[in-house]
Each structure stands twice: as C-alpha cells, then as structure tokens.
C-alpha cells in the first residue's frame, strides 16, 4: 500500500498543478475580457485566447504528465500481472493440496483395515508366542517339580534302607547278645580289641 501510494504521489501533484493552473488561467481570461469592454472582437479574442490557453495548458500538461501516467499504468499493469501469476500459482497449490487430501482420504479406509489386519497379526503372532513361553515354562516346572519328587523318594527310599538296617542290626545284635553266653561275649570282645590295637 505504501509502495503504490509513493508512485502515485508525483502523479497527484501533478494533476492538482495542472488544475491550479487552468483555474488560474480561466479566472485571468474571464477578468480580462470583463475590462475590455462588450464587442464581438473582444468576445472572439477571449474565445481564441481560451483555446490558445487550452492548447498550451493540455500541451504542458500532456508533457509533464504523459511519461508518469504511462508509467503509472505500465508499472501497475505489471503489478496486477505478478499479482495474478501469484494467485494462479496459489490456485494450483492449493488444487495440487486438495488434490493430494481428496487420494489421501479415498485411501484412508484402506489403510485403517491395512492397520487393524497389522495389529491382528502381531496380537496373533504375541499371543501365540506368549502361549509358547507358557508351555515350555510349564513344561520346565513339571520337568523341576517329577526330578523333586523322585530326589525326595530316593531320599525316602534311602532314609527308609537305613532305618531297616538299623533296625535290622538292633535285633541281630539284641538276638546275639541273648543267645551268647557272658564269657563268649568277652572273648568276641578281647578278639575285636586285638584287632583293633594291631
């Protein structure tokens, strides 16, 4: 707005001399023929002398106004033609955006089933993996819980061989000790000690 005041600017002042010019021209020519007296002559020299002062005013005019005026319209016909190639190209863009949205959105529905099949697969693919994990974990806690058991029967078996044994050697010695007589028990007892002190 600045930039086209400023090169309208010399033209205004132009125009508005050229006007202070012929109002001053016109008040001159009307005082002059007023003095003059009311004859023909003088009405036909005032009418010349208003051409002749058109004549010069439009020439003057014409020269001081003419290269602004057609510069004037040069530069602003140049400057709508750039402000139309600028909205042509906006136009474009914005057909080109629109365009673009109008496929992107036509796809959109595609491309949400496109995702929800993707999410479906990986919530198959992690369930089944998860069922996996879960299989062999148990798997795992069986295998760990049948070697427990079978370390705690082996612990009962071996517990139980020795209690027997025990038990075993109780009678057999509580059998023995009744069946010897005392002098046998201290000659079984002076051949361990011989045994042992060698």
């Avoid at 309208?8 to 002042?13: A, D, E, K, R, T």
């Avoid at 001159?28 to 005032?46: D, N, P, V």
């Avoid at 020269?63 to 750039?82: G, H, P, S, W």
């Avoid at 042509?88 to 080109?96: G, I, P, S, V």
């Amino acid at each position: 707005m600045n930039r086209r005041f400023r090169k309208i600017l010399p033209l205004v002042i132009s125009i508005v001399s050229v006007l202070v010019l012929v109002s001053v021209s016109l008040a001159l020519a009307s005082e002059g023929g007023g003095e003059q007296g009311g004859g023909e002559g003088s009405s036909l020299g005032t009418m010349i002398w208003r051409i002749v002062n058109f004549v010069i005013l439009f020439a003057l005019l014409w020269k001081l106004l003419a290269d602004k005026i057609k510069k004037y319209f040069v530069d602003r016909r140049e400057e709508i033609a750039q402000m139309i190639d600028e909205a042509d190209k906006a136009k474009a863009d914005a057909e080109a955006q629109y365009a673009d949205i109008q496929g992107k959105l036509k796809n959109v529905e595609k491309d949400i089933q496109d995702i929800k099949t993707a999410i479906m697969g990986e919530l198959g693919s992690e369930k089944a993996r998860i069922i996996e994990e879960g299989k062999v974990a148990a798997e795992r806690i069986i295998q760990q819980a049948k070697w427990t058991a079978e370390q705690e029967v082996v612990k009962a078996k071996n517990e139980l061989k020795d209690h027997v044994v025990e038990m075993a050697g109780d009678m057999a010695s509580g059998m023995i000790t009744k069946s010897m007589s005392p002098d046998d028990q201290k000659r079984i007892l002076e051949e361990y000690l011989e045994k042992v002190v060698r």
